[in-house]
């Protein structure tokens, strides 16, 4: 059989008829792969793909890939290694079987086939379906429907303890602030005149300036004390009522009443 | 029903996916010129009468449209959620306490401006309702609340409001928190509507 | 002409001014819940049988459209929509009968691999998504059809897929290994001369 002429007769979805040499050239670009090439060849038997010959096939395609490798044309991997997949199928349906070798190659033209098969299945119901009724083709939907409109409405939340919350705040705003400054712990200049006289009435000799501070934990009360009663010292000796010694600078400060 | 001859199917479906009015010589240019385009709409227009769509001539190009009364259904309302502002809540519960209360009064009351958006979101959500016109100078609008806030708020009356004493009581008067309450109160979104609508 | 109740008049208006196909759940929140929409519909149904439009079912949601056989009349000259090349043609068909279906899955029927752009050109159009991973080894993404698929290629559902029941039937379907099966062959070890179509 001659394989060059015979698949291009009822491949018609792939390529125009065209002289030899730039027919196999288009025919290459348009196959989608080695399985759509055996499938377009399979189709050429025009018999059901369940009675096709796979050795008449796989003759086909071998015959074919040579005429194109002839021509230098560019042939892409995977129908090369098709090519030789098939050149061994072919060898080993001609030759004697042998036992030893699994799958046998009846089981391997058996898949072949099946595989035509469901891609020529595909092929099928894929030109059905792109060839039925097509919305916006051959139906249409409503030119300019009006559209339907959701409208979106707030529903205000808020509850009474909100309500009644905010009107507290508001209330409790407008009402007159009286400010009141928290006390801090000092011990005022009066106090400490009063207090340091008082004290030294019992002592007649030279006296630490920290043993007129009451006793407390509060540091910073200690600290008020400290500089009231040093200004007290000071007031009070002004006044002559007492004498104050110091030995030097920063040195404890002594008091003894005058 | 009826079978309508092909011609008028025909100027059915053109009408139908047209995206605007055609007149008789455009649907004559899909439909084919032997076809008698005013018979059939004559015979459509009839059809339609009293359903859904209407077939409707407008300066002589037709169209269909849908039946005008059923309009009201080709919009839905979606409810959205939304909080209520510091603001509003304040302005509510100003209006609540002391209706019929003006602008102004509660203006006073806050003792910051409010914005229109305010009031006109609590009309919109029903609680507050135009109440008069107060018969002083300037003739101001006075503001009540609605016998919906009462529902709303599962009140019976305005006299189930707690009153000030009740407040003070449950701490609500408490001036320390209202400190705080200003605080956070000025971060918050509702500071650009004080803002906008001062002049409103 | 018969009367039409107003639940099917609304629900024909809704259905006339939808930009989209409706469910059933999407029309009755127009029409509102007290309606039989599914009695209206298959009312409608009956009623515009044979007309110039038609009221179909796609994918559970429901639209109108002009009839097929008024196509020559309404078929616009404009740009016929890039045809589809015949790998996505293909490609769709088997996502379509098979899905959900793998990447692997379909090269594996089409004895090549896919080009990235096909199965874009494919989600572009709407007509495909992504259906999920497959839990095996390689966790593979899977694709399956729309709504939107059925809507255009005018198919109440996938079980209205042209063919499918007698694929099905002669076992078309199933993949290789499944088939040689059933035809009382091992179906296991004879991979690797098949695997470079397979999972490449």
Known sequence: MDPSDEPFETSGDHAPPAREGERLTLDLDGWEGPLDLLLTLARAQKVDLSKISILALVEQYLAFIADAKKLRLEIAADYLVMAAWLAYLKSCLLLPKDPEVEPGPEELALRLQLRLQRLQAMREAGARLVGGDRLGRDVFTRGKPEGLKVVRRAAWTTDLYDLISAYGIVRARSEPTVHIVARRPVMTLDEAIHRVERMLGLRMEWTALESFLPETQDPEFRRSALASSFLAMLELARLGKVELDQADTFSPLYVRAA | ?200
């Open chain 2, 1 to 200: 029903m009826r079978e309508l001859s092909d011609p008028v199917r025909a100027v059915e479906a053109t009408l139908f996916a047209a995206e605007e009015p055609l007149s008789v010589d455009d649907i004559a240019a899909y439909v084919g010129t032997s076809v008698d385009v005013k018979a059939a709409l004559a015979e459509l227009e009839a059809h339609y009468a009293g359903r859904g769509i209407e077939l409707v001539e407008r300066g002589r190009r037709w169209h269909f449209q849908t039946a005008a009364d059923l309009a009201h259904i080709l919009r839905r309302e979606r409810e959205e959620s939304r909080k209520l502002s510091r603001a509003a809540v304040e302005t509510l519960a100003i209006i609540a306490y002391h209706e019929p209360v003006s602008r102004a009064e509660i203006e006073a009351i806050r003792g910051v401006q409010i914005s229109k958006g305010t009031l006109d979101v609590l009309m919109e959500a029903g609680w507050v309702r135009p109440a008069g016109r107060r018969e002083v100078p300037g003739r101001p609008l006075t503001f009540a609340t609605t016998q919906e806030f009462l529902s709303h708020f599962g009140l019976k009356s305005r006299r189930d409001l707690p009153g000030i004493d009740d407040l003070k009581a449950a701490g609500l008067l408490d001036p320390v928190d209202t400190a705080l309450e200003r605080l956070g109160l000025e971060g918050e979104d509702e500071a650009e509507l004080e803002t906008d609508g001062e002049d409103a």
